[in-house]
């Protein structure tokens, strides 16, 4: 195996003029990819999305790698306000454009750090929409908080016949209740805000006992309830997720 850097078959350095989405994985700083670390160590620019404190989870999550870099990156955080008014979200998206579009025009390379997988319910997408017509692009794929929230569950999200849905908290009850009562096994995303209304459709369903609820999975802060009974009837935190799988399970 190749181990010397300028002939090692596993380095990947970003290429000039070019836009890279990059997965950071769903929180634990182990789970991002070796590709996406090289991309971090070798990109002119590193852009993630922020909140309007300043904080961002996608750049939390790649800190280590970051930090690893023998020169600073310039970094370029895309402040989202915490809304679900897709006008503000466009016009965050359209100044975060214009201004990486000057980055990749002057021919720098520009990695965009994701949470997850940045092509599942990803910010990136909608730069991608925006600047991929003009420049080279590239995707790094990430692991999803879904795969995550089944590995800390240690259940098969679908096996043999299993059908298998996600669907989001800001779906309305009755695309939530089709899908609970059509799929074997169900992700719910975006759980926050919805809590009371996902926990009543589960009972109404049938499928409460099928139910576990997570949230900030591979954090400090990670929490698991596997028995619905024990969760509090109100609102969470936005980094929250429900799984939704059988309890007889084909053998
Ligand atoms: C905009 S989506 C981003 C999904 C992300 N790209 C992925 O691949 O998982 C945000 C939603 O993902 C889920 N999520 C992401 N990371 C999570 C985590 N560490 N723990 C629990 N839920 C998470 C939550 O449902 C949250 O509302």
């Known amino acids: 195996m190749a181990n010397n850097n300028s002939n090692n078959q596993y380095a990947y350095k970003a290429k000039p003029a070019t836009f890279y989405g990059a997965g950071v994985g769903p929180g634990d700083p182990l789970l991002l ?47 989202m306000p915490m809304s679900t008014n ?31 997988d940045p092509l599942f319910f990803g910010s990136f997408s909608y730069l991608l929409q925006r600047l991929g017509g003009d420049f080279a692009c590239q995707v790094v794929p990430g692991i999803t908080s879904v795969n995550a929230a089944a590995a800390t569950l240690q259940q098969p999200l679908t096996l043999l016949q299993e059908s298998f849905a996600v669907v989001s908290g800001r779906h309305t009850d009755q695309q939530i209740e089709q899908t609970l009562a059509q799929h074997d ?28 609820y997570l949230e900030y999975i591979g954090r400090d802060q990670q929490r698991l309830v596997s028995d619905l009974d024990d969760l509090e009837d109100q609102a969470g935190p936005y980094f929250s997720l429900f799984v939704i799988v059988r309890q007889e399970r084909p053998a």
């Open 185 to 212: 096994s169900v992700v719910i995303m975006k759980a926050g805000q919805a809590r009371p209304r996902i926990l009543a459709l589960l009972r109404q369903t049938g499928r409460w006992q099928d139910g576990h």
């Open 33 to 79: 990819t070796l590709k996406t670390h090289q991309l971090i160590q070798s990109a002119d620019v590193i852009s993630y999305i922020g909140n309007t404190n300043g904080h961002s989870q996608a750049r939390e999550i790649a800190r280590h790698s970051i930090e690893a870099r023998t020169s600073a990156a310039e970094e370029v955080m895309v402040k």
């Open 86 to 116: 897709r006008r503000l979200a466009n016009q965050a998206y359209d100044e975060a454009a214009m201004l990486l579009r000057q980055h990749l025009a002057a021919g720098k390379s520009v990695v965009f750090l994701c949470e997850g």
